[in-house]
């Protein structure tokens, strides 16, 4: 028998993006566990693009600690399900990642 697994890092990807993209990075989105989710808001997960992190009400930003719990979830499904629903309307550039392929530039 195995010990507890704790997902610590799940990549979402635009859709249609081939995950051995060199773009991967500055499109993804990434939901990370930050920890046991504790009485200050401290833990749970996070959805962040490498630089900021997406608040609970939709927001970028890259919060202080007392502001922690306003961008955390409890579960990972919850992070997934508001990273699925922001990761193709972000933007690079001033365009999203599908837009990049339409006008068909492939490096950034």
């Given at each position: 028998?195995?010990?507890i697994e704790i997902v610590t890092k799940v990549a979402v990807?635009?859709?249609g993006m081939d995950p051995?993209?060199?773009e991967l990075h500055?499109?993804?989105l990434f939901v990370e566990w930050k920890g046991v989710r504790?009485?200050?808001?401290r833990g749970g997960y996070a959805v962040?693009?490498?630089f900021e992190e997406?608040?609970?009400a939709g927001k970028w930003g890259r919060p202080q600690a007392f502001q922690r719990h306003q961008y955390r979830w409890d579960t990972l499904e919850e992070a997934?399900?508001?990273a699925r629903k922001h990761v193709d309307t972000r933007k690079v550039h001033g365009r999203t990642w599908s837009e990049w392929q339409a006008a068909g530039i492939s490096e950034l």
């Open positions: 028998m195995s010990g990807l635009p859709e051995s993209s060199s500055h499109f993804a504790g009485e200050k808001g962040a693009d490498g997406l608040s609970r997934l399900e508001m």
